[in-house]
């Protein structure tokens, strides 16, 4: 309980500080968060360069919100800005065919973190879970599942990467670790 109120506090502290214009702030916000964001954009198909455009623009969302001056933070700090990285990381991998959104208009649509909370906390929970379950699952099925559904690799290439005789054969295999999978996060 104490730890919570302590990260209460401090993250009152550092709207505090972007609210004064602190430098110093963004410097401890960008060292303590930007390698939870680093880490999600690069185990998703990024490269360290697009965690720090991420990490920029969702810095420049929280600048923005709070110098608004009605700004409240319903959440911790660090989920605020890890939920509006991961929309902002999604929403550039779903629309890479499709024309470039002005940054405002990414901010309009991460502001329904603060309304829908604890869905946001279950799906945290979920994704830390299948996370930690698919470090657990080994190879060759963690490899297998991170190709397909991160890397967007054929079966035809998962085939010929794992030296399976047939794309079947390493259909079967993905949908045998998918078991394994579900089974860890159960």
């Known amino acids: 309980m104490n730890r919570e109120v ?20 963004l410097t401890y916000i960008y060292q303590t968060f930007f390698p939870m964001v680093l880490h999600m954009v690069t185990h998703n198909s990024g490269e360290e360069e697009d965690a720090k455009d991420v990490f920029q623009e969702a810095i420049i969302v929280l600048y923005d919100k709070v110098n608004k001056g009605d700004f409240i933070l319903s959440s911790k700090l660090k989920t605020f800005i890890y939920s509006v990285c991961r929309r902002l990381w999604l929403k550039r991998l779903n629309r890479q065919d499709r024309q470039a959104l002005s940054i405002h208009e990414e901010i309009e649509e991460t502001v329904p973190v603060e309304d829908d909370l604890e869905v946001h906390r279950n799906k945290e929970r979920q994704f830390l879970l299948v996370e930690q379950s698919l470090t657990l699952l080994g190879e060759p099925c ?3 599942i991170q190709d397909f559904y991160l890397h967007n690799l054929s079966m035809q290439e998962i085939c010929e990467k794992f030296g399976y005789t047939n794309s079947d054969n390493a259909k079967t295999q993905k949908y045998k ?10």
């Not at 670790?177 to 159960?186: A, D, T, W």
Request: charged residues 25%; hydrophobic residues 30%.
């Open 142 to 144: 963690q490899t297998i």
């Open 177 to 186: 670790c998918l078991q394994r999978l579900k089974k860890l996060c159960l």
């Open 6 to 25: 302590d990260t209460l506090q401090e993250d009152k502290q550092l709207i505090d500080g972007i609210t004064n214009g602190d430098s110093s702030v």
